[in-house]
């Protein structure tokens, strides 16, 4: 059965390991559950995500026109030291950046590929640290808004990396850290504004994922030049299929896209 429709990014659901649900059209899948299950996918198109015009997709499945318009697609989104709600100044459109800016956020350590520092509304712990593979994060503060953690995560990248090397991460071969030690060490390059929100007596949280075969030399499957593809699920970490060929495909980095699932067997 062909099930088909517009990308996002897959939901999951905190067990052990991982669950994962993928929509497309009105089916709901479980991939999870077809592991060793030889899929097809083919790529029929773009939608964006916010117009639905079949305009190519620019940046996280939107298309030029609305990526730039869009209040979530602002440059604060990336680069939270550049919120400015708390001063009541809008970037795009001041009602949607205090609700999003002006609640809880949480300042984490996440070890994927290597250690990481990250930043993330306190609503989406921990959807954003299984979106990002890790195997185990540990919050380090919680602020009122995202302009403090936005400061946080600025002074603290340039000691620890804010990014995910995903190949490595997709290796599942990154060494066990001691995340409250390295909080500890990071403490003292922290702004003096942001110390009276440090988390010292939280534990970290590891995280397990529904992997079957890690691939050795992960390849990016890339479904607007290879428009049919067809391989055996063997795992997911992340937001990535992987599949026994090596073949990984990023769900999240290719919203927007219009495509076909089939279970072949």
């Known amino acids: 059965?062909?099930?088909?429709?517009?990308?996002?990014?897959?939901?999951?659901?905190?067990?052990?390991?991982?669950?994962?649900?993928?929509?497309?059209?009105?089916?709901?899948?479980?991939?999870h559950q077809l592991l060793y299950k030889k899929l097809k996918l083919k790529f029929f198109g773009h939608q964006c995500l916010s117009c639905g015009s079949d305009a190519i997709t620019f940046r996280q499945g939107f298309c030029k026109s609305c990526f730039f318009e869009l209040p979530q697609t602002a440059d604060w989104i990336m680069h939270p030291e550049k919120s400015k709600a708390h001063l009541g100044i809008a970037e795009r459109d001041l009602e949607f950046e205090e609700k999003v800016q002006l609640q809880p956020h949480i300042v984490y350590l996440a070890n994927s590929s290597n250690v990481k520092v990250g930043v993330t509304r306190k609503t989406q712990v921990p959807t954003r640290w299984i979106d990002q593979g890790a195997q185990a994060a540990l919050e380090i503060l919680e602020v009122p808004n995202r302009y403090l953690s936005g400061i946080a995560e600025v002074s603290l990248k340039k000691v620890v990396s804010d990014k995910t090397n995903w190949r490595e991460m997709l290796k599942g071969t990154a060494p066990e850290e001691d995340l409250p030690l390295w909080r500890d060490r990071l403490i003292p390059y922290l702004p003096e504004e942001v110390k009276p929100y440090i988390l010292t007596n939280n534990t970290p949280l590891n995280l397990e994922f529904p992997v079957k075969k890690y691939p050795e030399k992960p390849k990016s499957l890339n479904l607007q030049k290879t428009p049919e593809y067809e391989g055996v699920l063997v795992g997911i970490k992340g937001q990535y299929l992987i599949f026994e060929d090596e073949n990984v495909f990023n769900v999240r980095s290719n919203e927007g896209l219009v495509v076909g699932l089939d279970i072949v067997h």
């Open 1 to 31: 059965m062909l099930y088909q429709g517009v990308l996002t990014k897959m939901q999951t659901e905190l067990s052990v390991p991982i669950n994962y649900y993928l929509t497309l059209g009105n089916a709901l899948l479980q991939p």
